[in-house]
């Protein structure tokens, strides 16, 4: 690994401190470097903050040496006026001479921009380095402005023998197939991304709350499918926990394909990410239209013999753990 690589490698760690509170801001790493040592780190503030290259330019405690310095930064830096100034200006205002940047931003209002602005104030930018690494950290940021909708995850929980719920049952709560320790991990997932939308049955089956009870994180918003306006507002999800979105035929016409249509409404509410913990006929729809960008299920080891089938589909199998008595899966949509 070249030195370049190891820098924008660490921009990418410890970027992540961001993740579930940049939203709808990429969460971008950066780090200082001064005679081959790191001086200073930065990362995205929650939103409306500063951005990751203002933060590790104000940890320098002497900013002289910003003029013999780089700044390595896993996005190119923005060049227009948002929530704060343009990067690229508080770079140049310093005078640091060498910029190394993991990937450009795609985004119609940098998309080079920056770089340029860099390159016209004299500064040395070099752009590309782990190109592939930073534009997977970046898959929300990317998916939103170049797809035009948010990054999906699937999630689901299924037995042994392939079926994601019993035939029926008696009470109106969830029939829990993974452990508890899943089940954290789920509250972890669900802080990381901006939305999390189930169907109407499953509301009507399970009344969940969809928040983040089981770890410290934001709550996502929650998307409800409502067709018909015929859930009551007593139920979970429509309490003060978080904010709910319902879509029904107001919202769109479920006469004709729906998951392209809750895109395009999702993209309206600019959310980015979202996970989809429906039961089998939401999750399915999303899979039938080629809409998901990751598939997380967990193999529990109880049987139901019979019951509702697990959602059907064709990806890459990225990864697979245990965790406690489950089986973890992680697949890519190629």
Request: with cysteine.
């Amino acid at each position: 690994m070249t030195k370049h690589e190891t820098y924008i490698k660490r921009c990418i760690e410890i970027a992540k401190n961001g993740l579930g509170t940049t939203r709808p801001n990429p969460m971008v790493g950066s780090v200082i470097v001064y005679k081959d040592k790191i001086i200073s780190e930065g990362y995205t503030s929650p939103y409306g903050g500063n951005h990751a290259e203002v933060n590790a330019i104000n940890a320098v405690t002497n900013k002289a040496l910003l003029k013999e310095a780089t700044i390595y930064v896993t996005l190119e830096p923005c060049s227009h006026y948002g929530k704060t100034p343009p990067c690229s200006d508080l770079i140049i205002k310093h005078k640091i001479p060498n910029v190394v940047i993991g990937c450009i931003d795609d985004n119609a209002m940098v998309a080079g921009k920056g770089i340029k602005k860099l390159q016209e104030a004299g500064c040395n930018v070099t752009v590309g380095v782990l190109e592939t690494e930073c534009k997977a950290h970046h898959k929300r940021f990317f998916t939103f402005h170049n797809k035009k909708r948010p990054y999906i995850i699937l999630k689901w929980a299924e037995t042994s023998d392939g079926f994601i719920a019993p035939k029926s049952k008696d009470e109106q709560k969830p029939v829990w197939i993974s452990s508890t320790t899943s089940r954290q991990l789920v509250h972890k997932w669900r802080s990381e991304e901006q939305a999390i939308l189930v169907g109407t049955n499953t509301v009507l089956q399970d009344n969940p709350s969809l928040t983040v009870r089981d770890w410290k994180g934001n709550h996502p918003i929650r998307i409800v499918l409502d067709k018909d306006l015929k859930l009551p507002v007593t139920y979970s999800v429509f309490n003060e926990e978080a904010k709910t979105i319902t879509i029904s035929e107001n919202t769109i016409d479920y006469h004709k394909p729906v998951a392209q249509q809750i895109c395009d409404a999702l993209y309206k509410e600019d959310i980015n990410s979202i996970i989809i913990e429906g039961g089998q006929k939401t999750i399915q729809t999303f899979i039938d239209e080629n809409l998901w960008d990751e598939a997380r299920i967990f193999i529990g080891q109880a049987k139901f013999n019979e019951g509702v089938n697990a959602p059907k589909f064709v990806g890459k199998l990225v990864s697979e753990e245990k965790i406690m008595t489950d089986t973890l899966k992680f697949y890519k949509n190629d």
